[in-house]
């Protein structure tokens, strides 16, 4: 699959199969993070991945939309430095999450981001130091419904190229 099939195709996968992911999966999936740029260079993240069921469904009660955590085969908890500092951190730990979620696509294996707002609770969870903080975690699994990894893009799912690109000024 070639890097424009897979934003084209890439969909949502929240419901997952019982099934874990190979080593060799995951840890393709994590160096698609880490190998994502950033500015400077700072790669200023920090991933935690996640397979313990026991710790997903505690994971999946931090967020109002975070319940796919708990059927998911993998979790990755993107850390950043304050996100109330620069902008530039969240804008590459998002970068980080595409590359991760494009790479499972490759794969065959589905993703989706959760919001987690109990941050103190988070931490509590997954036991990670006071200075590094976490707002974004990252489903995995093989799709329940299979088709998914190759249905075609909706109709009228996407604001039309003219709708939203704006040549040289608004």
């Known amino acids: 699959m070639n890097v ?3 934003i084209r195709l890439k969909r ?9 992911l190979p080593d060799e999966v995951v840890h393709a999936i ?7 740029q950033s500015s400077k260079n ?6 935690i991945a996640i397979r313990d069921k026991t710790i997903l469904k505690e994971l ?16 990755v908890a993107i850390l950043t430095p ?7 951190i969240m804008f590459d730990a998002g970068q980080a999450a595409a590359f991760m979620q494009l790479a499972a696509w490759e794969l065959g294996v589905g993703s989706v981001p959760a919001s987690l707002y109990e941050f103190e609770k988070t931490r509590g ?19 329940q419904e299979e088709e998914k990894l190759s249905a075609p893009p909706k109709k009228g799912g996407r604001a039309a190229f003219e709708d939203v690109v704006h040549w040289e000024k608004w």
């Open 125 to 143: 969870i997954l036991g990670f130091p006071a200075e590094w903080h976490l707002r974004i975690a990252l489903s995995f699994g093989y799709p």
């Open 60 to 75: 999946s009660t931090c967020g109002q939309w975070a319940g796919h955590l708990e059927g998911a085969a993998l979790a």
């Open 4 to 6: 424009s099939d897979a």
């Open 82 to 88: 304050d996100p109330d500092g620069k902008f530039q």
């Open 12 to 20: 949502a996968v929240r419901k997952f199969k019982d099934t874990p």
């Open 30 to 36: 994590l160096n698609a993070g880490r190998r994502s």
């Open 42 to 47: 700072t790669q200023a993240w920090q991933f």
